[in-house]
């Protein structure tokens, strides 16, 4: 069972997705929880289904205190590099809270000061906090469903399904297709990268 947590209420949670990815943006999400929020479903969004991963998304957005989703798109991780473009994500996720929180749980080992509140870094902090799980769902669901939007304009890398990760699947369309405007321009997109002219 994950913590209810490490704070004193409120506090937010907040997480990001895709960092990882080859295209599209990366999404962060921060969510305050009630203080009597409890949800035995509820986990690090990797380890859902996606079935439950929607119904999470409404469950939170229906029940959280305040809650914020931010896209920075592949230009702005390009200027910023991902790292600071996923922190990035989290402080403008965190500016659209409208409960200003005494406490900050983050995700993972890297974070910058948001406004002086104090905060904590959690490595797989959504399997250990719910109200970083909570973030963890609404960052993913969010982007999942943005991915499954470009697909429609470029199904040939299939990101309904790869989502933007790079699979072999959507190397070896890079690789025939060439990059897309929504490709990450800075990132290694392929082992044989040279060749693709870009």
Known sequence: MLNKYFHSFPEAGTDEAGR?????????????????????????????SKKQRGQLRLIIEEQAVS??????????????????????AMHRALDQLGTRPQHILVDGNRFKPYHNIPHL????????????????????????HYMEQLHEEYPMYNWKKNKGYPTREHREA???????PYHRKGFRLLPDQLELGI
Do not use: M, W
């Open 121 to 144: 870094c959690v490595v797989k902090g959504d399997g250990k906090y719910l109200n970083i799980a909570a973030a963890s769902v609404l960052a993913k669901t969010y982007r999942d």
């Open 20 to 48: 990882g990815c080859l295209a599209g943006p990366v999404t962060a999400a921060a969510v305050i929880l009630p203080e009597n929020f409890d949800d035995a479903v509820l986990n690090d969004s990797k380890q859902l």
């Open 67 to 88: 809650f914020g989703v931010c896209h920075i798109f592949e230009d702005e991780i390009y200027k910023l590099n991902i790292l600071h473009a996923s922190i990035q």
């Open 174 to 180: 890079i690789r025939k297709y060439g990059i897309s």
